[in-house]
C-alpha cells in the first residue's frame, strides 16, 4: 500500500523562475488537495479536487499558481513567476469520497520550495 | 467559518510526564476533529479523529482526546510522554468537501 508521493522533496530556484511539483495520489482515492505549509504555521488550504475536476481554489492561489489534474490520477502544481514570499513546504493528500468528510486525509511528505 | 485555535506553541515536558494540547474550534455547524502529527521533514500523519459517538478516542500509541461539545474543544492528551514524542502537534476540524482546517500547531518537545 503506497502512500501519497511527492516529487521534487526539495526545490531551490531563483525568484522569476517557474517551478512544478507533482503529486500521487493514493491509487483510488478521488479527491487530491493541496495545501502550503510556512514555518511554525499550520498547513493552509490551496485547492481541491474530485477526480479530474477542480472544485475549490483558496484566495492564497494567486493568478501565479495553476493546478491540473487532468486524468483525475496525479496532479501538478506549477508556480510561475517565482516570489520568495513562496518559500514554503507545499504538501499533497488524499483520500476517498466514500464517506463524506470524516473521511481520514493522507498526506505526502511534501515538497520544499526555497525562492532566492 | 470555521476555525481552530490550539492554545499553546509549545509544550516542554519531561519524560514519564503527563501532557496536554489544548485545542479548541469554533463552527456554527457539526464538526469532525482531528489531530495529525508531524515530524522533522516529514509530512503530516494522522494520530486519531472523532466523527461521533464516544467522545473520547484513543490512538494506537497511548494518546487520547476529548470531544467537549459545551466547551467546543478537543484537548489532546498522554498519560506518560517518550522522547519519540518529540514533534509538532496539529488539531484540525473537518469543513466542506472533507476539507481541513488546521490550528498553528504546537510544538511538544520531550525532555530526558
Known amino acids: 500500500d503506497t502512500g501519497v508521493s511527492q516529487d521534487p522533496r526539495h526545490k531551490i530556484t531563483k525568484r522569476g523562475q517557474n517551478v512544478t511539483f507533482r503529486c500521487d495520489p493514493i491509487s483510488e482515492h478521488n479527491r487530491l488537495y493541496w495545501y502550503r505549509q510556512t514555518l511554525g504555521q499550520g498547513p493552509e488550504f490551496l485547492t481541491y479536487f474530485q477526480n479530474e475536476a477542480q472544485l475549490e481554489k483558496s484566495r492564497l492561489l494567486s493568478d501565479r499558481f495553476s493546478a491540473e489534474r487532468p486524468k483525475g490520477s496525479f496532479s501538478t502544481l506549477e508556480i510561475q513567476r517565482t516570489e520568495q514570499g513562496d518559500s514554503a513546504m507545499y504538501l499533497c493528500?488524499?483520500?476517498?469520497?466514500?464517506?463524506?468528510?470524516?473521511?481520514?486525509?493522507?498526506f505526502g511528505e511534501g515538497s520544499w520550495l526555497t525562492v532566492v | 467559518a470555521q476555525s481552530v485555535t490550539q492554545l499553546d506553541s509549545q509544550v516542554p515536558v519531561f519524560e514519564e510526564a503527563p501532557v496536554e494540547l489544548r485545542c479548541n474550534y469554533s463552527s456554527s455547524v457539526s464538526v469532525y476533529l482531528f489531530w495529525y502529527v508531524q515530524y522533522p521533514n516529514q509530512g503530516l500523519q494522522l494520530l486519531l479523529k472523532y466523527l461521533s459517538g464516544s467522545t473520547l478516542v484513543e490512538s494506537i500509541n497511548g494518546f487520547e482526546a476529548e470531544f467537549n461539545k459545551s466547551q467546543t474543544s478537543f484537548h489532546l492528551r498522554k498519560p506518560s510522554v517518550h522522547i519519540s514524542d518529540t514533534a509538532e502537534y496539529f488539531c484540525?476540524?473537518?469543513?466542506?468537501?472533507?476539507?481541513?482546517?488546521f490550528g498553528a500547531g504546537t510544538r511538544l518537545a520531550v525532555h530526558p
Open positions: 493528500a488524499s483520500s476517498p469520497s466514500v464517506g463524506g468528510s470524516g473521511n481520514t486525509i493522507y
Open positions: 484540525a476540524a473537518s469543513g466542506g468537501y472533507n476539507k481541513l482546517i
